[in-house]
């Protein structure tokens, strides 16, 4: 017989929606976050390991321009719910499309710098606004 009765549903849905209730709207964002990287066929952030091939997916939290050796450098904050990591466009002022809120798949070779995982000029697709 499977694991859970006609009468264990209704308590497992109002023991969730008490769960969402008493989470903070963070704890929610994250959730969904993970939820989507899970649906998208990506890896989670947290999962990354140094030099390994990724792709993965989630929010950008903030976008600054910063000069790397003297060339200018786009850097954004990619945030899964899971863990953050750095994107790094060497070379450019600006992306089209690419600002903080905007959610985005991208794809590379992790690398770590200062303890932080970065992916350096990623292949990237920006998701649908709407979708948010």
């Keep these: ?5 006609r009468s264990d549903r209704p ?3 109002f023991r969730r929606m008490l769960d969402r209730l008493s989470s903070t ?3 929610l964002h994250s959730e969904e976050l993970q939820e989507d990287t899970l649906a998208a066929g990506c890896l ?3 999962a990354c390991n140094d030099r390994e ?3 993965v997916t989630g929010t950008l939290r903030a976008v600054t321009l910063r000069p790397r050796a003297g060339v200018p450098a786009l ?3 990619l945030f899964d719910g899971s863990a953050a990591l750095d994107v790094v466009w060497l070379g450019r002022r600006s992306i089209a499309g ?3 809120g905007r959610r985005i798949i991208a794809s590379g070779r992790i690398s770590m710098n ?3 995982p970065v992916l350096f000029n990623p292949k990237y697709e920006l998701r649908p606004v709407g979708q948010e």
């Design 11 to 13: 308590a497992n849905r």
């Design 114 to 116: 200062r303890g932080r």
């Design 44 to 46: 989670p952030i947290s």
């Design 98 to 100: 690419i600002e903080p």
């Design 53 to 55: 091939i990724v792709t």
């Design 25 to 27: 709207q963070e704890e």
């Design 75 to 77: 850097e954004a904050e």
């Design 1 to 5: 017989m499977s694991g859970t009765t």
